[in-house]
Structure formats: C-alpha cells, structure tokens
C-alpha cells in the first residue's frame, strides 16, 4: 500500500497562550478489557524470597535523575486544561533526552537541562494545539540519525481518527519535524465494528527495515472493540522523504481464539531475523500462564511494496493476573493499577523481553498486592515462521507491603536489565523507582527508590500511569527511564487538580 508523506515545516516549540479553548475534556481512553479485580485476585501468584549474596548496593549504578515533564507543563501548554495520565513517552540519543506525554513534552540534554519546551505535545505532530491526541511514544535510532515518535489524532466531531508520525532526520530533536499520517477511521469496516473507530495506544517497536505500530481498535462512539491491527513502515521512504511511503496494515488479529489485545512490538537492537512481539492472554480477567509471541519475518519487503509473513504461538509462562489497585500515604483513595497486557517489549542478543503488571503476593507477606512480572524468551524460526519459543528467564519483581505498578524493562543484551515502575503502599506516597538484574542472576534485585513522592494523588478518578518506558542508550552501558510519580509542588498543577509528575533516570548496567 502506498500513502503520500505529509512534510510540514513550522517551529516545533511555538507554545499556546493561557486562553480558552473548545477542548473540553482531558484524554479519553476505552477500557481494552474488562477488569475483574475480585476474580484476579484469588488466582494472584505468590513470590519467593530471594537472597543474593552478591546483589548491589541500594542505588549503586544510579546515574542522571531528575524531574521530567509534568502536570503543569501540560496545563501551561494546554490552555490551562489539565490530563491524566502522562502515558509515558521517552527517546534518548545523539546527547539528547525527549520526553513525550499527555499532552506536553521537553528536550534534555544528558544532565536534564531543559534544551527546549515546555511545549504543546501536538507541535512536532503539526497539529493544532486544541486537537485531541493521546498516547505520545518517541524512539530516537542511531542508525539513520532519526528521531521518530506516534500519538493517536480524534477529529472534534469524532467522526474521523489516525495516526500521525513524526520523523526527524536532522539529529536535532529541536529542530523541525516532518509528519506521515494513516487513517485509522476504518470506514469501509462492516457495519458490526461500529466504525468510524480509532486506534487505541499506539505501541512504538524498530528494527533494522521499519517502524512498527500497533494499536488496540476500538468503535470512537461505541463499546465494539475489534482486536489489534499491526502496521509496518518502510524507515527508508521517511528517512529519505519519498512522495510515497510503502505500509503494511496487518488487520483484526486474533489468537486462542479471541481477538489479540495489545500486541506489543519490539525495540530491537542489532541482527533480528524477523520484528517480533508480546502480548498477554487473560481475556476474561481471571489470570493466565501464557504469553503469545509473534514473529514478521521478511521484512524487507515493506520497501519494495511486499508483504511480511506474520506468525504467532504460545508459549507457557509464570502465572499472572489483574493487579488490585495501589494503596498510597496519607489517602484512602487508590491508584489505577491497570491491568495484566503486556507492556513494553524489546528484542536483542537472540531474545525477547517483556513484562506487565500481576497481582502478587510478595515474599513474607500475607496480602495481594501489585507487583511486575518479566519474561525473557527465546523464538526459534523455521521456514520463515516461528517454530517454537523457549522461557530462559522470567520473575517477579514485588516488595512487601507496596505496590509495584507500570513497568517497563531494558535488557544489555550480556544478561544484565533494569526495570523501572512507580513505587507506592501504606506508609509511602507514589514514588518513582527502579531494580536491577545482575550478570549471572536469575532474580532482579530489591527496588531502589530514585524520587519519593512528595504527597498522595488525591484526583478523581485516580487514573495513573497507563505506561512507564525505558531504553537503552545507544552510547553507553546504561538505560534511561521514566514513570510516573507525585513531583515537588512546583512542578504540581496551579488549581491542584491532577498534580502529577514524571521522573528520569539513567542507571548504569555493569
């Protein structure tokens, strides 16, 4: 299939002024699955204690760390308006760090000195700052020295949607942007899909030929959700900006017999011999111990105008389930825990890995709580489709008395990873935190607080997170990563509606 590319030039740092706007409402989300909280809980798995001899010292390795995009640059670059949640998006590379959320973003360099922005997250998307968007992710890729991000686009009347892909060839996060878009409006769907629809989180995967997005569809003014669509993008017709883009949409997936939920594809980082990605398989909320992996092989052929082959399997896993909702100081209110979908997924070495958020039952203790749990698989192909997938590692990342929620994960390649998550319970306000697997280990080690919260997230509801992220950094042994987090009060809303913030953090891997 072929698009024209839409090539806009403009600032990318323009910001709105305080005024009113005719965006009356903050994101809006659909529900990708039905939550069965109460269900979940009685199949939450229980950890196991770990004693390492040799595990790290708390914080050692802890580099950059600093205050990331917040709630008040969202209200000062939106009208005033206020969102939740952040929907975490992060990019590092070429000595920049971009940080992406709802709905505002900023360049850093690596010290966290604010390079650029606070500005409107639409700007690099050269849409208009009152537009309805949601969802931001960013990938810079050393590669072709381009930076590449996607967030989801709603028209006002809520009668058209789709995708709109920013790419920077320049180096130079700050500099401008140009933009492909695919519409997602699927008009031409049968009448059951309750079209026109929109594609809900748009999850950001790379590899040596494409961009790879995909997206949970769902009816824009119904409840019909019609399963994953996958789409691959030639990198080298926006990269060289061609009249034309060659895509490929891979439609309505389905696996076990239900439609697919939140395939996630892969960061993949050096020779792949396909794109690969994860999703999880609780469809009905009551818990699973399986996890489906999926391979696109010949992906070359997006360039020249041709298909990849899609395959997919099951493979059996650690048990998960639908986490309970997060308890926090100095509030009787709770946080959105999410669910059990797969989150941020990455390829590298020969393996895949992922993690999503579970109910657990921490080690010595007697409550379900909600903690990370992380796969590390290894496919086998053959014949161009996948043959079978091996678990080499896989955990739970919990701690007693707390709450572990959002979770995202980054492995070296040399059997090191980090994995970073907001960190909240009783006796603790949500902070931003992080645990480490070693060289040689099988277990990460006990969460390391990077940032505590300063206070209790008191909004209605109190929607959080969506997602943390991570990667690596393509210049050294260390990963940078971002969650969400209670923030210092200046960095809080003015009203105090909404008071969130996000944390940045680069850990070194040694």
């Known amino acids: 299939m072929l698009v024209a590319v839409i090539a806009l030039l403009g600032s990318a740092f323009t910001s709105p002024a305080l005024a009113s706007s005719t965006r009356e409402h903050g994101v809006r989300h659909k529900p990708a699955a039905t939550v069965n909280r109460a269900s979940a809980l009685s199949h939450a798995p229980h950890a196991t204690a770990v004693h390492r001899a040799d595990a790290r010292a708390q914080g050692d390795g802890l580099g950059t760390n600093f205050n990331g995009v917040s709630s008040l640059d969202s209200q000062v670059t939106n009208f005033g308006l206020t969102f939740e949640p952040p929907d975490q998006g992060l990019c590092v590379g070429n000595g920049f760090v971009v940080e992406m959320v709802n709905s505002a973003f900023r360049v850093y360099d690596k010290h966290g000195t604010t390079l650029a922005g606070p500005?409107?997250?639409?700007?690099?998307?050269?849409?208009?700052?009152?537009?309805?968007?949601?969802?931001?992710?960013?990938?810079?890729?050393?590669?072709?020295?381009?930076?590449?991000?996607?967030v989801l686009f709603i028209n006002d009347p809520g009668t058209e949607s789709r995708l709109d892909i920013a790419f920077n060839t320049s180096g130079d996060p700050t500099t401008d942007w140009s933009v492909f878009r695919i519409d997602t409006t699927r008009a031409d769907a049968p009448a059951s899909f309750g079209c026109p629809c929109f594609g809900d989180q748009p999850k950001l995967g790379i590899d040596g030929s494409n961009l790879y997005i995909t997206t949970d569809e769902f009816s824009i003014l119904g409840p019909q959700f019609n399963g994953v669509q996958i789409y691959a993008i030639s990198k080298s017709d926006l990269v060289h900006h061609r009249s034309e883009v060659h895509f490929v949409h891979y439609k309505d997936l389905t696996i076990a017999d239900n439609p697919a939920l939140?395939?996630?594809?892969?960061?993949?980082?050096?020779?792949?011999?396909?794109?690969?990605?994860?999703?999880?398989?609780?469809?009905?909320?009551?818990?699973?111990?399986?996890?489906?992996?999926?391979?696109?092989?010949?992906?070359?052929?997006?360039?020249?105008?041709?298909?990849p082959l899609l395959s997919s399997m099951i493979v059996t896993t650690e048990a998960y389930a639908i986490p309970p909702q997060a308890r926090q100081k100095g509030s009787t209110s709770k946080l959105d825990s999410g669910d059990d979908r797969m989150q941020q997924t990455q390829f590298i070495n020969g393996e895949i890995w992922g993690e999503l958020d579970t109910a657990i039952v921490p080690a010595d203790d007697a409550t379900t709580h909600a903690g990370a749990a992380w796969f590390r698989i290894q496919p086998q192909l053959g014949d161009s489709r996948?043959?079978?997938?091996?678990?080499?590692?896989?955990?739970?990342?919990?701690?007693?008395?707390?709450?572990?929620?959002?979770?995202?994960?980054?492995?070296?390649?040399?059997?090191?990873?980090?994995?970073?998550?907001?960190?909240?319970?009783?006796?603790?306000?949500?902070a931003a935190a992080y645990a480490v697997l070693d060289q040689g280990e099988?277990?990460?080690?006990?969460?390391?607080?990077a940032a505590e919260g300063s206070g209790p997230y008191v909004a209605k509801p109190?929607?959080?997170?969506?997602?943390?992220?991570?990667?690596?950094?393509?210049?050294?042994?260390?990963v940078w990563m971002a969650t969400e987090y209670m923030p210092p009060k200046e960095s809080q809303t003015t009203n105090g509606r909404r008071p969130w913030g996000t944390r940045v953090i680069q850990v070194e891997l040694q």
């Open 119 to 150: 500005t409107n997250v639409n700007a690099p998307f050269h849409d208009d700052f009152a537009a309805f968007t949601s969802d931001p992710r960013c990938h810079y890729d050393p590669a072709t020295n381009t930076w590449y991000a996607v």
């Open 262 to 307: 939140a395939v996630q594809p892969a960061l993949t980082l050096g020779e792949a011999p396909a794109e690969f990605f994860l999703s999880s398989l609780d469809f009905n909320g009551t818990g699973d111990n399986r996890v489906a992996v999926w391979a696109l092989t010949h992906v070359d052929r997006v360039s020249a105008g041709g298909t």
């Open 462 to 478: 109190q929607r959080w997170g969506d997602y943390s992220w991570a990667v690596l950094d393509p210049n050294s042994d260390s």
């Open 442 to 449: 099988s277990s990460f080690g006990d969460p390391v607080v």
């Open 386 to 430: 996948l043959k079978g997938a091996t678990v080499t590692g896989q955990g739970y990342v919990a701690s007693k008395g707390h709450d572990v929620i959002y979770p995202a994960v980054q492995a070296d390649g040399q059997g090191r990873a980090a994995i970073v998550f907001t960190l909240t319970g009783p006796h603790m306000f949500p």
